[in-house]
């Protein structure tokens, strides 16, 4: 039983499982205290700080990391070595660029931006772009090699050390906004340092990038980079707009709240996305469809069931999630806003049901080298969630109308993505919900030993 037990322990789905799972505890619990320890305003500009950090990270590592998980899938030595040194130079190229953008935004619009909630990030994110490169290219070779451990690792130096900051600070410090950024630029240097001595980075591998792999990187990273910019936009425009309305920075910290909370929600499914590319993406550099076909049949089918449980709990313990979240004081109408928390976080919980199949076929269709397709998908859930924001925000004036947004966007991309990947694949839809249940009766017969599989067949 435990030799059994430990082979689990070691499978891939549940080492990504495990690591995503206690880095979204250690961010939702500094996050916690962060709502507690500063100012609605002060943890207004927090949000806008990290969620414009997201963002912008989005386009620079977007241009090469999908496409190096896929191409590192199926390469030899030497052409591994080339795309590692590819991957590096590119991603210096773009964090060299983006600095120049935001230190010359900075100093053309310094007041208007001194005014605004984005002061601290167009301040200081320019100098973590630098400090946090060499892990984050560490990231996408360790996962692009499916080592999972390493990765885990990784994370958490880099969130396990902000979340003990955080904690001391709540206890015996009172540090401004300020300090918080510079605690985080420490330790985001101290991870890349611990990457770099480990030479999981790829930085010393630069010199043998070629203009081949270059190219290779960038023509299937200039979709991939879109659609990793929508992405984040699907999550982040929300925040923005409401940012950009008469509502402000306290309704920015209040929708924070039970936005930060769907990330429980995903925690699974950015741990079986991890899993799940590499290997679809190196049975179709393989040929082998009916592969990458069962793969996303028991993927697709495994969230699915996964998410209907963990959307109910979410559902029926919503208003217990926002008081250990952000304390009783959310559980209430604000009365600046007059908006409610709770209630936001159960139209999300509705909108959990839809991410399993979405974020499948949008995996699917990068893995058989279609990231025009799913650029394509991802621009028509964009628009209709920008168009349902301005609505939302701009004549209802309802932050309950924005989370709504998010369940019609998320129709449109499932609709989308599952057209286009029939088209490819010819897919039998009853399938994922078959391959679902085999996963889960797979998972009891490793925990069981078979033994009921054994008496059955007796």
Not at 163 to 184: D, E, G, R, Y
Not at 343 to 367: A, E, H, N, Q
Request: glycine residues 8%; aromatic residues 14%.
């Amino acid at each position: 039983m435990k030799t059994k037990f430990n082979k689990i322990v070691r499978e891939d789905n549940f080492l990504s499982l495990a690591g995503n799972l206690i880095i979204a505890i250690l961010g939702i619990g500094g996050f916690a205290i962060l709502a507690r320890s500063l100012s609605l305003d002060i943890f207004g500009q927090w949000v806008l700080f990290i969620a414009a950090g997201s963002f912008v990270e989005m386009f620079r590592f977007g241009i090469t990391n999908t496409g190096l998980i896929r191409f590192l899938s199926g390469a030899d030595e030497v052409s591994r070595i080339k795309l590692i040194g590819s991957n590096a130079l590119i991603g210096l190229g773009a964090t060299v660029m983006i600095a120049i953008i935001l230190i010359s935004c900075n100093i053309i619009f310094h007041q208007a931006i001194h005014n605004s909630g984005y002061e601290a990030f167009f301040t200081w994110y320019p100098l973590l772009a630098f400090l946090n490169l060499p892990w984050n290219n560490a990231l996408v070779v360790l996962q692009a090699d499916r080592k999972y451990g390493k990765i885990l690792a990784l994370k958490a130096i880099n969130s396990g050390a902000f979340f003990i900051v955080l904690v001391v600070n709540f206890f015996f410090f009172k540090m401004t906004l300020t300090q918080l950024v510079w605690a985080m630029l420490i330790i985001n240097a101290i991870t890349s340092l611990v990457s770099i001595i480990a030479g999981w980075d790829g930085l010393k591998f630069i010199r043998k990038a070629s203009a081949v792999t270059n190219s290779t990187l960038l023509h299937f990273g200039k979709y991939t980079t879109f659609t990793l910019i929508g992405t984040n936009l699907l999550r982040s425009a929300d925040t923005l707009i409401i940012s950009l309305s008469p509502l402000g920075n306290a309704a920015v910290a209040l929708y924070s709240i039970p936005l930060k909370l769907t990330e429980l929600q995903q925690i699974p499914l950015r741990s079986f996305a991890a899993t799940a590319f590499p290997k679809m993406s190196k049975a179709s550099l393989q040929g082998k469809v009916a592969e990458v076909k069962a793969l996303f049949y028991s993927y697709a089918g495994a969230l699915t069931y996964l998410f209907i449980f963990i959307s109910l709990f979410t559902f029926v313990f919503a208003d217990v999630f926002v008081l250990l979240l952000a304390g009783k004081q959310y559980l209430q109408a604000d009365p600046v806003t007059g908006f409610n928390a709770v209630s936001i976080v159960r139209v999300f919980s509705i909108y959990g049901l839809l991410l399993p199949i979405d974020r499948m076929t949008g995996i699917g269709l990068d893995s058989i080298n279609k990231p025009n397709i799913n650029a394509l998908k991802v621009l028509f859930m964009v628009i209709a969630n920008i168009a349902g924001d301005l609505i939302a925000i701009f004549i209802f004036k309802s932050l309950i109308l924005v989370a709504v947004s998010s369940i019609i966007f998320t129709i449109i991309g499932i609709w989308m993505g599952m057209y286009f990947l029939n088209k490819e694949l010819t897919l039998q839809y009853s399938e994922i919900f078959y391959s679902g249940i085999k996963f889960y009766k797979s998972i009891f017969n490793k925990i069981t030993g078979n033994r009921y599989a054994g008496i059955s067949k007796a």
